[in-house]
Structures are given as C-alpha cells and as structure tokens.
C-alpha cells in the first residue's frame, strides 16, 4: 500500500513563509516526477510545481520567484518552500507522485491546509 504523508500546512500572515513536506512510503517502485497542486474553495485544482527525478522543475507563473520545489530521493520526499505568500495562495495543497512499478501509476495525498491572512 503506497501512502503520500503531507505536513507543514498552517496559518501565515501575508509575506510569510511556510515549507511543505510529502513522505511517500510503501510499495511504489520507483518516484518519478513528484509534484504539488493546489484547490481553493470553488475553485479547480491546479498545478503549482513539479519536479522530475533528475531534479529538472517547472512552476506555475503564480509562484515564480516566490515557490521553490525540491526532493530527497533518498528519503522518497518532496518539499515545497513557499516564500512571500498571498492571501491568495489559500488552498489545500496536495502532494502528488509518478509511480513506475508494474506500469504507471498516480498517487494523492491527503492534502494539507495553507491559508494566508491578510
């Protein structure tokens, strides 16, 4: 069973900082591309960051300069620094991996609550 273990969501005044953490675990096989998304209330999920095994990245153009996607293959993780947040970077974040077993496979996390007061 594969399980995505998001952390480091909370509670950040406008300009603030908060650094996000997914722990992949169980029989995934190898991590490919590892990324995160976001949803606010009403609104679709969309891509923030993602970035492949290798360590190539690509960002939304919401967060360039601002957002920084990194990875710990050794320890199957992946972060997400998050500097000078907006009210509007209000979401749930979700982690999401590219798992290559027996064929592909998509995993979720549980996502994890970031709000931003203004």
């Known amino acids: 069973q594969v399980q995505l273990v998001e952390s480091g969501g909370g509670l950040v005044q406008a300009g603030g900082s908060l650094r996000l953490s997914c722990v992949v675990s169980g029989s995934i096989g190898s991590i490919n591309d590892m990324g995160w998304y976001r949803q606010a209330p009403g609104k679709q999920r969309e891509l923030v960051a993602t970035?492949?095994?290798?360590?190539?990245?690509a960002y939304a153009d919401s967060v360039k300069g601002r957002f920084t996607i990194s990875r710990d293959n050794a320890k199957n993780t992946a972060y997400l620094q998050m500097n000078s947040l907006k009210p509007e970077d209000t979401a749930v974040y979700y982690c999401n991996v590219k798992g290559v077993r027996f064929g592909i496979t998509y995993y979720w996390g549980q996502g994890t609550q970031v709000t931003v007061s203004s």
């Open positions: 970035i492949t095994r290798a360590g190539s990245t």
